[in-house]
């Protein structure tokens, strides 16, 4: 992600912190300026700004003005949290939490292609089973998920064959039950609560996993 204004991002820690968990807050713009040392107007102003950046989004319900912070607001918040914890050299390894559910059958076809593999065994060391094992995020670990979403990872870049475009992806290197794999994601974000994994391995036969089976995948951002 590029670099924000670091008055956004205080801005918007400020009115997560209000937030709390609720998806919604009534904030008027003086409560937000006592909060900031600012005053109502520049508040005010800094409010708009930051819709106009698609960081926040507002309703007006009962005269009073509810506040909301978007996913790319969110995206913000996490990917400040990344930086600092690289810069503090804390432990980046997530421990994130799913069931297995069964995809598309689109997997197998972009694993498939040369340019991917050519790339995934340059830089995550091994070639992919043709296929990929999908996994639903626990919601309470949306917020790892986030984390990974908004960290540079591995670049895997994108090509043009003759009929189509196959977009850049980013993967992460990681182990579920002790055997190799990366979760790999578009590098332009999608906001969905489905991870999916690549290995070496044909996951579901080696731990003998179904659908619904418990997932605990330990990947490195």
Request: charge should be positive; proline fraction near 3%; hydrophobic fraction near 35%.
């Amino acid at each position: 992600m590029n670099s924000i204004d670091p008055d956004d991002y205080w801005t918007l820690k400020t009115i997560k912190r209000i937030m709390g968990k609720s998806p919604w807050v009534s904030l008027s713009s003086r409560e937000l300026g006592e909060k900031l040392s600012v005053s109502q107007q520049s508040a005010s102003r800094i409010i708009l700004k930051l819709i106009d950046k698609g960081f926040l989004q507002r309703k007006i319900q009962d005269r009073r003005q509810n506040i909301s912070i978007t996913d790319a607001g969110l995206d913000v918040l996490f990917s400040e949290m990344n930086d600092l914890a690289s810069v503090l050299e804390i432990d980046r390894t997530l421990e994130i939490h799913g069931n297995v559910i069964s995809g598309l059958g689109e997997g197998r076809y972009y694993i498939s292609r040369k340019s991917y593999i050519i790339q995934f065994q340059e830089k995550l060391g091994f070639i992919p089973y043709l296929g990929t094992l999908n996994i639903r995020i626990d919601p309470e670990n949306e917020g790892k998920l986030r984390r990974l979403r908004n960290s540079t990872g591995i670049h895997i870049e994108g090509f043009v064959t003759d009929d189509r475009t196959f977009g850049a992806v980013k993967a992460f290197s990681g182990s579920i039950g002790g055997l190799e794999c990366a979760a790999i994601l578009p590098e332009r974000s999608v906001y969905s609560d489905v991870l999916e994994i690549i290995s070496p391995f044909y996951l579901r036969e080696k731990l003998k996993l179904t659908d619904g089976s418990r997932i605990n995948l330990a990947v490195k951002i």
